[in-house]
């Protein structure tokens, strides 16, 4: 492809995301890769490490990609693109020995809990959820749990968590997760390596929803996983073999296609988000705000420290009505706006917003009345017009 390992280390992210999983620099070869529509590759006798042999072994098309997320988390080898984001999560819980312990924040993505729970329950895991924010008590987490228990095998991250923007000491924690004999899967969906690159923070795999930022205009279903230890991409890729949650060859260019313009959705909704929780903190309709950029958030200082910008998600607590419960209240919210879109997911080009207890997995310690906005790209006048007349209906 492209761009070398010695080239992508020297180029900015934002240059990697356009110049990376390009086609040679040859006579009339194409600017962009091609897609390759084929089930099967031609081939005689034994299948060696370089055949693709099989579609569900390998595809071309996932190629580029892949070689452009794992440069851009500045991992040593490629990625691995997946048929979802929890096709990613299950290869990735699969990485954990039968009867092992797995650490996970208590506000987890809840796909991502549910798995685990339901692991724990048939018995294959043990799981212990935690405030991922509290160092102290990942520490005591990770530590065997009384005479004849175990160590942490797995401490998975999310930072900030989804949906209640917890941040995580990562560096401290993922230290005390090695110590204690745990590799460390961080979902870094949240941050997307622009902002944030867990890696170079001690982890040891990162996750992905490719569904989310890293494609960018909520048209694809994708998860990827992203290791420079080749052990674990081995293990990983004969999972993602033998289970069969691949990609789609379109899916895949049309990934990448949305990987391009992921340095620019970024800054603009990174820049909106700052403006409009400012605003929303202000507001007398909103009982409690999260967002990592403000500085009278718990995780301001942690965030500033190891994140490239805070991201463009917000939380918040909407305060009950005349009449209306704060979940009744919320619900009003969303129902009053006119350009924000109530929709499930995030980081797409539009803005969309929901309560996140109208799921019914979602964890019970999730307030009924918190709302999650993921800004988008639009106009942030706009953005923020739309919201406070939402918010003026309910008075305060």
């Known amino acids: 492809?492209?761009?070398?390992?010695?080239?992508?280390?020297?180029?900015?992210?934002?240059?990697?995301?356009?110049?990376?999983?390009?086609?040679?620099?040859?006579?009339?070869?194409?600017?962009?890769?091609?897609?390759?529509?084929?089930?099967?590759?031609?081939?005689?006798?034994?299948?060696?490490?370089?055949?693709?042999?099989?579609g569900r072994?390998?595809?071309?098309?996932?190629?580029?990609?892949?070689?452009?997320?794992?440069?851009?988390?500045?991992?040593?080898?490629?990625?691995?693109?997946?048929?979802?984001?929890?096709?990613?999560?299950?290869?990735?819980?699969?990485?954990?020995?039968?009867?092992?312990?797995?650490?996970?924040?208590?506000h987890s993505y809840s796909g991502s809990l549910v798995m685990a729970s339901e692991l724990a329950q048939k018995g294959f895991i043990e799981l212990r959820t935690v405030d991922i924010?509290?160092?102290?008590?990942?520490?005591d987490a990770l530590a065997p749990q009384g005479p004849a228990a175990k160590a942490a095998?797995?401490?998975?991250?999310?930072?900030?968590?989804?949906?209640?923007?917890?941040?995580?000491?990562?560096?401290?924690?993922?230290?005390?997760a090695h110590a204690a004999g745990a590799i460390v899967v961080t979902d870094n969906t949240f941050s997307t390596p622009l902002v944030q690159q867990p890696l170079?923070?001690?982890?040891?795999?990162?996750?992905?929803?490719?569904?989310?930022?890293l494609a960018g205009h909520s048209d694809v279903v994708l998860g990827a996983l992203v290791t420079s230890n080749p052990d674990i991409r081995a293990e990983l890729l004969h999972h993602r073999i033998i289970h069969g949650g691949i990609a789609g060859p379109f899916e895949a260019w049309l990934a990448l296609r949305g990987l391009r313009t992921l340095a620019l959705r970024v800054e603009r909704s990174q820049e909106s988000a700052m403006v409009l929780a400012g605003r929303l903190a202000g507001h007398p309709a909103v009982e409690s705000i999260r967002f990592p950029g403000l500085d009278t958030?718990?995780?301001?200082?942690?965030?500033?420290?190891?994140?490239?910008?805070?991201?463009?998600?917000?939380?918040?607590?909407?305060?009950?009505?005349a009449g209306l419960s704060g979940a009744d209240a919320a619900d009003k919210l969303v129902r009053a706006l006119g350009l924000w879109l109530p929709a499930t997911s995030l980081g797409g080009v539009e803005s969309l917003i929901e309560r996140r207890r109208r799921h019914s997995a979602e964890p019970a310690s999730v307030p009924e009345n918190l709302v999650r906005l993921s800004v988008g790209v639009e106009g942030v006048e706009d953005l923020w017009a739309d919201l406070k007349q939402a918010l003026d209906t309910l008075g305060g």
């Open 1 to 54: 492809m492209s761009l070398s390992e010695h080239q992508a280390a020297s180029l900015t992210p934002e240059t990697v995301v356009v110049a990376a999983g390009r086609p040679p620099r040859e006579r009339d070869q194409p600017v962009n890769p091609p897609i390759t529509l084929s089930s099967t590759y031609f081939g005689t006798g034994p299948l060696g490490d370089g055949d693709r042999g099989y």
């Open 57 to 106: 072994y390998s595809n071309p098309t996932w190629d580029p990609f892949e070689e452009a997320l794992g440069q851009l988390e500045g991992a040593a080898l490629p990625g691995l693109l997946y048929a979802s984001g929890l096709a990613a999560v299950s290869s990735a819980l699969s990485l954990i020995p039968a009867g092992g312990v797995l650490v996970m924040p208590n």
């Open 133 to 139: 924010a509290d160092t102290g008590a990942v520490q």
């Open 153 to 176: 095998s797995m401490l998975w991250l999310e930072s900030p968590t989804n949906p209640m923007l917890g941040i995580a000491d990562m560096a401290a924690v993922a230290e005390a």
């Open 200 to 213: 170079l923070l001690g982890s040891d795999v990162v996750l992905h929803s490719v569904t989310k930022y």
């Open 297 to 321: 958030d718990p995780g301001h200082i942690r965030a500033k420290a190891q994140m490239k910008g805070f991201g463009s998600i917000i939380c918040i607590q909407v305060a009950p009505a």
